[in-house]
């Protein structure tokens, strides 16, 4: 809730301010408008501004000392009785608006006892004159700073339950978050991470029970080596997912002193192992990748390069076929700035026109959303020959990133 500016006019921390410029409207008025031409109207107009001064740090005292004074200025038949009277309910509305209980009720009693004692030989016969005089002088400063004061006190209090609401729903939508993420959790433990686990179990089992197995594995090479291609990945695997599980269900398990997923200096030797990997399945690759410039990248930029890497040459692989050829290009620009592209020449059966796309997966989604929080842009659609993933990211993010929509093409897994 924002506060008015006429709210903090108001406020304890400012008296010393409204003192002053109390005390500067006296001296305007002795000055200016009502010049004093006695000695003592001048001694009661000092009194009365040393006064001002002392309401700063005591404004009950200040007030009973200025209803005092109006009483002793007339009984000595100053000129100032009218001025000093505006201070006096100036001091009574301080009173009302800075102190609590039953000091702002006295301090108005005071001086509507001291405007009585004024008139008083005026009485009985002007007792309307003089109630009324008495209800102006001190009854409007005491209600009007009784109104300010309740109001200033509702504004406090409105402020202090919207600080309170904000907290409760911000502390129902961690709630809710972190009940997601446990559903989310446990749902990848009990389906993907057991079939991953098994998986891995049965090609470690599978290299002893193949015709021609012997201790070192199948008699054929090359199967042995698919089979511990398959099962290193499926190993890997399952150590991502049971991190992934782990900062599901606590993310505060993961502190500041935890490793962190990917380090500058490893990106390049990560890119590396993506292409190794990548090529085993038998697609041809060409790798142009700026190691040193790759270890100036922050690990929220290396991660996104890493898995536009992977994305894809996996993409390729599977749509393009083994026998297809690729090129990964990963450039850094002097100010940081990460360009990655990866084209490949759609198979060696080089159709003219691509084929139909069939359901759409999650990777391209998933890479364009990292993508656009870190303020870049990705770019993935049909190519010369084949089909080509461009993505741009800059150095320092910009307020508003931007994204650009182009056709998708992979299968859902």
């Known amino acids: 809730?924002?506060?008015?500016?006429?709210?903090?006019?108001?406020?304890?921390?400012?008296?010393?301010?409204?003192?002053?410029?109390?005390?500067?409207?006296?001296?305007?008025?002795?000055?200016?408008?009502?010049?004093?031409?006695?000695?003592?109207?001048?001694?009661?107009?000092?009194?009365?501004?040393?006064?001002?001064?002392?309401?700063?740090?005591?404004?009950?005292?200040?007030?009973?000392?200025?209803?005092?004074?109006?009483?002793?200025?007339?009984?000595?038949?100053?000129?100032?009785?009218?001025?000093?009277?505006?201070?006096?309910a100036i001091a009574v509305f301080e009173v009302s608006v800075r102190c609590p209980g039953r000091r702002p009720v006295v301090a108005a009693s005071v001086l509507a006892c001291a405007v009585v004692a004024?008139?008083?030989?005026?009485?009985?016969?002007?007792?309307?004159?003089?109630?009324?005089?008495?209800?102006?002088?001190?009854?409007?400063?005491?209600?009007?700073?009784?109104?300010?004061?309740?109001?200033?006190?509702?504004?406090?209090?409105?402020?202090?339950?919207?600080?309170?609401e904000e907290a409760r729903a911000e502390q129902r939508v961690h709630s809710a978050r972190a009940a997601e993420r446990a559903v989310i959790a446990r749902e990848l433990h009990d389906l993907v991470a057991h079939h991953v686990s098994s998986m891995v179990v049965r090609v470690g089992v599978a290299r002893h029970v193949l015709p021609g197995a012997g201790p070192d594995g199948p008699a054929d090479p090359r199967i042995g080596a698919v089979l511990d291609d398959l099962h290193a990945s499926g190993t890997a695997a399952m150590a991502d997912l049971r991190r992934l599980v782990a900062v599901l269900r606590d993310p505060d398990s993961v502190g500041p002193d935890a490793p962190p997923l990917l380090t500058p200096g490893a990106l390049a030797t990560a890119v590396a192992a993506v292409v190794t990997q990548s090529a085993r399945s038998g697609l041809t690759i060409s790798s142009a990748v700026d190691e040193e410039g790759l270890a100036r990248v922050d690990t929220a930029r290396g991660l996104a390069v890493l898995r536009l890497a992977q994305e894809g040459l996996a993409n390729a692989a599977r749509h393009a076929g083994a026998d297809a050829h690729a090129e990964l290009t990963v450039r850094v620009d002097r100010d940081g700035g990460v360009h990655v592209t990866v084209d490949d020449d759609g198979g060696a059966a080089q159709r003219p026109e691509l084929p139909a796309a069939g359901p759409h997966g999650h990777g391209l989604v998933g890479l364009r959303e990292r993508v656009d929080l870190l303020g870049g842009s990705l770019a993935a659609g049909p190519a010369a020959r084949g089909w080509r993933l461009r993505a741009e990211l800059p150095a320092a993010p910009p307020y508003a990133p931007r994204a650009e929509k182009t056709p998708q093409r992979e299968t859902q897994p």
């Open 1 to 88: 809730m924002n506060r008015s500016w006429v709210e903090p006019v108001f406020d304890t921390k400012y008296a010393a301010p409204r003192g002053l410029a109390v005390g500067a409207a006296l001296l305007g008025a002795l000055l200016l408008v009502q010049q004093p031409t006695q000695a003592r109207d001048w001694l009661f107009a000092a009194v009365a501004l040393a006064l001002c001064l002392l309401g700063v740090g005591r404004a009950f005292g200040a007030a009973v000392a200025q209803a005092g004074l109006l009483v002793a200025a007339h009984a000595c038949g100053a000129d100032l009785i009218a001025t000093l009277k505006v201070l006096a």
């Open 118 to 164: 004024n008139r008083v030989t005026d009485l009985p016969g002007e007792l309307a004159s003089v109630l009324y005089k008495t209800g102006v002088v001190a009854g409007v400063p005491l209600l009007l700073g009784a109104y300010v004061r309740a109001t200033r006190e509702a504004a406090r209090r409105a402020r202090e339950h919207l600080a309170r």
